[in-house]
């Protein structure tokens, strides 16, 4: 059995110009390796927006909610780590599809493998801007002023964010050394004190990379699914990285 391990997938976005065949992508990988997986790991900004209300569910991904539960429903794990994107799942989530959600970091021993996840916007040194932005979407303060606003108005104004963030250059497929070299930076910081760490696993960025920072010990960044569709698969054989349509 296999491990699969995938990020930024972006659902929703603005910026596709067909969302539903987008979703469609991710369901036709998903469906296909339903037969070998054990688990799934999702490395955050799985949906480009999401705002979890107490009594209402917002529109979209039924494809993609309905193939999670039903691989959730056959035995198969699935691991959500919160992103930069999709930061406001609350309980629905968890309890609809019978899925995990993590906010933050997670290191498990997956196939004798330790694996450190996170999906990169929460480790090493961050602008201020990014850590002040970061902070006030997670204080719950804010998040209860939010949730009072009509849908109407947040919706859009989120999409709409997200639409100037990549047209200012956030997520454009273009390698960004500077968040890399973050990354690189705090895995060889952390492996000093956790050498038992063999794999450090990232989202975030939009780059496809493998990287040997130490001695049997690799950091892995993930990539996304607007053109790269890659993703990592863990199994008994050691890792690879792989991309949907291609391999």
Known sequence: MKTYFLSDLHLGAPYFQDSH?????VVAFLDSIKNDADAIYLLGDVLDYWYEYRYVVPRGFVRFFGKLAELSDSGIKITWLIGNHDIWIFDYLPNELGIRVVDGTLTEKIHGKTVFMNHGDGVGKLPAGFRFIRSVFRNKICQRAFSAIHPRWTVPFAYNWS???RKTGEGRGVPDTKLLAGLRNFAKEYHMDHPEVDFFMFGHVHVLSR???DDGCEIIVLGEWIRTFSYAVLDENGLKLLKWGVN
């Open 163 to 165: 639409r100037h963030s």
């Open 21 to 25: 065949e987008a979703e469609k992508r």
């Open 211 to 213: 990287e040997e920072i």
